[in-house]
């Protein structure tokens, strides 16, 4: 089984215990996303250090306070590590009243355009903002040739077409398994096949509410989402892992 997208970098996991504790879950491949420079360099360390550890390196929207002037050659450097299958995550984030739309537009497409560059597939986070991402992915087709992931899918099963006719992969989580997970249940009964992936966002989005989440829960994950979907548990491991193997090719 596959995580997608977990966070580790200053969450206080204890290891290597919890990585142990993944493995035992059957867990074999989980890649780390960045949200800042040091974290994504954190995660680095990590994936050379722990066989089925990569990581994705990027700035999160809401972590673009305070960058260095080179930001986009530090990231670079890290993007060009072995073990990095993807920027990100990098993308839009408006839930919060004092949002600098034009700048996180900019580092945005800025980051986008990095990836084209170094034939990387994109981790893509995308809260509130379900116009201006469509918009920006539009515009910006051109750049997206390598695949794009969008993680912890929130814009309904209305918009996914959409999304899909771009060549978005999509990714689900702990929400699925929420009482009032009506929205993520509907997306993932959607969702083709071949563009089906599994994350946990760890430690956020625990499908035990009030626990923090970490990447042993996708056996939890995957088996509620083979159960909406109508279909057996071992069928949708290995469409999972082709579909990872396909978008993030640095996994093969």
């Not at 981790?123 to 379900?130: E, G, L, M, T, V």
């Not at 249940?185 to 035990?208: G, I, K, M, W």
């Amino acid at each position: 089984m596959i995580d997608v997208h977990a966070h580790f970098a200053g969450e206080g996991y204890a290891f290597p215990e919890e990585w142990e504790r993944i493995k035992a879950a059957g867990v074999t491949t989980v890649i780390l996303a960045g949200d800042t420079l040091a974290h994504s360099a954190w995660h680095k360390d990590f994936a050379e250090a722990h066989a089925g550890a990569y990581f994705a390196a990027g700035v999160h929207p809401s972590e673009l306070k305070d960058l260095p002037e080179n930001w986009l050659e530090e990231l670079e450097a890290l993007c060009r590590h072995e073990k990095c299958v993807a920027v990100g995550e990098i993308g839009l984030d408006y839930h919060y009243d004092d949002t600098d739309k034009p700048t996180q537009k900019a580092a945005f497409v800025a980051q986008l355009v990095l990836a084209d560059r170094l034939g990387l597939p994109v981790q893509i986070h995308s809260r509130d903002c379900a116009a201006d991402m469509l918009a920006i992915l539009k515009e910006h087709a051109s750049l997206l040739k390598h695949g794009f992931l969008m993680h912890c899918y929130s814009h309904g099963k209305e918009m996914m077409n959409d999304f899909l006719s771009l060549g978005a992969y999509f990714s689900f989580g702990g929400t699925v398994c929420f009482k009032n997970g009506r929205r993520a249940v509907e997306s993932a009964s959607f969702c083709p096949e071949n563009r089906l992936l599994t994350e946990t966002d760890s430690p956020y989005l625990s499908p035990f509410r009030g626990e923090k989440n970490s990447p042993c829960n996708i056996p939890v994950i995957l088996k509620k989402l083979a159960e909406v979907r109508g279909t057996d548990e071992e069928t949708l491991k290995a469409a999972v892992r082709r579909n990872a193997e396909t978008l993030f090719f640095k996994l093969r």
